[in-house]
């Protein structure tokens, strides 16, 4: 009389719990093994995506903002913050969480809750075990190249006259960032941008169903949940305010981090990327005193290069 409608019940044999002496799970790892659980309990796949992806938003965005929370508390690790003189008052933080967390009620609860329906539609897969994670990894870095690409020319077009006023300016309410107030933009912003993180996951999906000559490896949602995650981890971070010797842009030089967009905070102007520094430094939108020093020495050897060939 119950039906499971789970699209991975079939994974069940005799029991109604993933069992390891079942010899498809024997072979699946522990977190393959926890996945398939998760959507064999929840008995229902649009439930289990929707409530799966708003957890991860939740845990992984305020999870990730705790510690830089924790840091703005301990006086010892000042010595670390890009804006040493401005750390952010309890209250301040309180009212943009209070804030933030609105935001993701309405303004994201929709689209997190329509997304399996869209995944099914795309063949986006949720079986297992999971593809190989050198696919997986490939697909992260395509999606993290054209989020930065659509992040930078989006974002230079919120510092034009009309939506900067209208729109952008709410997320420069804070001229020292801090980890929280990664999410905290116009409703606008948020769908626009989102679209940047989303929205090349869908269109992938879309060119690997319809365009089958390109021979694409499929996409599974696993892959997307990482990509999120990273890229949630990645938003706060860059806005945590916080530069320490063992940031990751200090072991790849063209990761932008949170030096990057607090110059972006800072000066109003410039460092448009999201996760690298290429965009804004071949396009000679650099941020603050550095950037500017860095053009000019461009110019200069530019102008050396003209004056020797002239010889
Ligand atoms: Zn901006
Ligand atoms: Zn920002």
């Given at each position: 009389?119950?039906?499971?409608?789970?699209?991975?019940?079939?994974?069940?044999?005799?029991?109604?719990?993933?069992?390891?002496?079942?010899?498809?799970?024997?072979?699946?790892?522990?977190?393959?093994?926890?996945?398939?659980?998760?959507?064999?309990?929840?008995?229902?796949?649009?439930?289990?995506?929707?409530?799966?992806?708003?957890?991860?938003?939740?845990?992984?965005?305020?999870?990730?903002?705790?510690?830089?929370?924790?840091?703005?508390?301990?006086?010892?690790?000042?010595?670390?913050?890009?804006?040493?003189?401005?750390?952010?008052?309890?209250?301040?933080?309180?009212?943009?969480?209070?804030?933030?967390?609105?935001s993701?009620?309405l303004v994201e609860?929709?689209?997190?809750?329509?997304?399996?329906?869209?995944?099914?539609?795309?063949?986006?897969?949720?079986?297992?075990?999971?593809?190989?994670?050198?696919?997986?990894?490939?697909?992260?870095?395509?999606?993290?190249?054209?989020?930065?690409?659509?992040?930078?020319?989006?974002?230079?077009?919120?510092?034009?006259?009309?939506?900067?006023?209208?729109i952008?300016?709410v997320?420069?309410?804070?001229?020292?960032?801090?980890?929280?107030?990664?999410?905290?933009a116009h409703p606008a912003e948020v769908m626009a941008?989102g679209?940047?993180?989303?929205?090349?996951?869908?269109?992938?999906?879309?060119?690997?169903?319809?365009?089958?000559?390109?021979?694409?490896?499929?996409?599974?949602?696993?892959?997307?949940?990482?990509?999120?995650?990273?890229?949630?981890?990645?938003?706060?971070?860059?806005?945590?305010?916080?530069?320490?010797?063992?940031?990751?842009?200090?072991?790849?030089?063209?990761?932008?981090?949170?030096?990057?967009?607090?110059?972006?905070?800072?000066?109003?102007?410039?460092?448009?990327?999201?996760?690298?520094?290429?965009?804004?430094?071949?396009?000679?939108?650099?941020?603050?005193?550095?950037?500017?020093?860095?053009?000019?020495?461009?110019?200069?050897?530019?102008?050396?290069?003209?004056?020797?060939?002239?010889?």
């Amino acid at each position: 009389m119950f039906e499971h409608v789970s699209s991975l019940s079939h994974i069940l044999t005799n029991s109604s719990a993933v069992s390891d002496v079942d010899p498809i799970v024997s072979k699946l790892n522990y977190i393959e093994k926890l996945w398939a659980s998760w959507y064999i309990y929840m008995d229902n796949d649009i439930l289990a995506t929707g409530l799966l992806f708003f957890l991860v938003h939740e845990f992984m965005y305020f999870g990730r903002c705790l510690p830089w929370w924790i840091i703005d508390q301990l006086p010892v690790f000042n010595r670390y913050k890009i804006q040493p003189t401005k750390i952010p008052s309890n209250k301040e933080q309180w009212e943009c969480l209070k804030s933030v967390l609105k935001s993701h009620l309405l303004v994201e609860a929709l689209p997190i809750w329509l997304f399996h329906p869209l995944c099914s539609e795309l063949k986006i897969s949720i079986e297992v075990p999971f593809p190989d994670k050198w696919v997986m990894t490939a697909q992260i870095a395509f999606f993290f190249f054209m989020e930065d690409t659509w992040h930078y020319w989006f974002h230079r077009l919120f510092h034009q006259g009309w939506f900067y006023k209208n729109i952008h300016k709410v997320h420069h309410k804070y001229a020292a960032p801090f980890g929280l107030a990664a999410e905290y933009a116009h409703p606008a912003e948020v769908m626009a941008l989102g679209v940047g993180t989303v929205g090349f996951p869908v269109l992938y999906a879309y060119v690997a169903k319809n365009f089958t000559n390109l021979n694409l490896p499929d996409l599974h949602l696993f892959t997307i949940t990482i990509w999120i995650t990273m890229r949630l981890m990645q938003a706060v971070d860059s806005h945590s305010g916080y530069d320490f010797p063992w940031s990751l842009n200090k072991f790849l030089p063209f990761w932008a981090g949170a030096e990057h967009h607090d110059a972006h905070h800072h000066f109003f102007i410039g460092n448009y990327a999201s996760s690298f520094r290429w965009y804004d430094y071949v396009l000679g939108t650099e941020s603050g005193p550095l950037g500017k020093r860095g053009r000019e020495q461009k110019m200069i050897s530019r102008a050396e290069g003209v004056a020797k060939k002239k010889v």
